[in-house]
T-cell receptor
Framework: ETGVTQTPRHLVMGMTNKKSLKCEQH?????MYWYKQSAKKPLELMFV???????ENNSVPSRFSPECPNSSHLFLHLHTLQPEDSALYLC?????????????FGSGTRLTVV | AQRVTQPEKLLSVFKGAPVELKCNYS??????LFWYVQYSRQRLQLLLR??SRESIKGFTADLNKGETSFHLKKPFAQEEDSAMYYC???????????FGQGTELSVKP
């Protein structure tokens, strides 16, 4: 599949579970991003990676732990989440941080914390 | 601080009517602005960029620096335009793209 692929599409987890979200892009982009989309709120930027290095942590709680092993893959490790963390988590990529050509988004992972 | 505001959560119009989706921004530098669209059950996708001054699917948006606005317009709405529309501001510090709250456009037959 081309573009940005996110797995799983849906995830239900308990507050004591540990799970990971995966994002993969085949666009040759160097920058990747995690966004959180909650109901009635704007998309919130969580993390920014450029050439595998984290360049931004937007005051995200430590129960969210990103990992970027290479420029094509981005993970979001989740542990001891709260019900208010239920949301759509979107991954995006762009050619690099300096581009204003916009981002390419994945379809998202719908997370429900019970 | 950088901010994008879309004052309308929902905009409902009839087919063939003109549409204007409002977006205001707050940014001290030179802004680069975008409109993204999310159709039902589809991923968020870029609609247009102010810098390219293009018209996509009949939509246009003009940057007004005096009013700090980037409103999205279409003269004749179509039912297939029904979607969530997000205005976004790109700023160079860290290459960040920040979004407004989104406006749901509903075009009725």
């Amino acid at each position: 599949e081309t573009g940005v692929t996110q797995t799983p599409r849906h995830l239900v987890m308990g507050m004591t579970n540990k799970k990971s979200l995966k994002c993969e892009q085949h666009l040759g982009h160097n920058a990747m991003y995690w966004y959180k989309q909650s109901a009635k709120k704007p998309l919130e930027l969580m993390f920014v990676y450029n050439f595998k290095e984290q360049t931004e942590n937007n005051s995200v709680p430590s129960r969210f732990s990103p990992e970027c092993p290479n420029s094509s893959h981005l993970f979001l490790h989740l542990h001891t989440l709260q019900p208010e963390d239920s949301a759509l988590y979107l991954c995006a990529s762009s050619q690099d941080l300096g581009t204003s050509y916009g981002y390419t988004f994945g379809s998202g992972t719908r997370l429900t914390v019970v | 601080a950088q901010r994008v505001t879309q004052p309308e959560k929902l905009l409902s119009v009839f087919k063939g009517a003109p549409v204007e989706l409002k977006c205001n921004y707050s940014y001290s530098g030179s802004p680069e602005l975008f409109w993204y669209v999310q159709y039902s059950r589809q991923r968020l996708q870029l609609l247009l960029r102010h810098i390219s001054r293009e018209s996509i699917k009949g939509f246009t948006a003009d940057l007004n620096k005096g009013e700090t606005s980037f409103h999205l317009k279409k003269p004749f709405a179509q039912e297939e335009d029904s979607a969530m529309y997000y205005c976004a501001l790109y700023y160079n510090q860290g290459g960040k793209l920040i979004f407004g709250q989104g406006t749901e456009l509903s075009v009725k037959p």
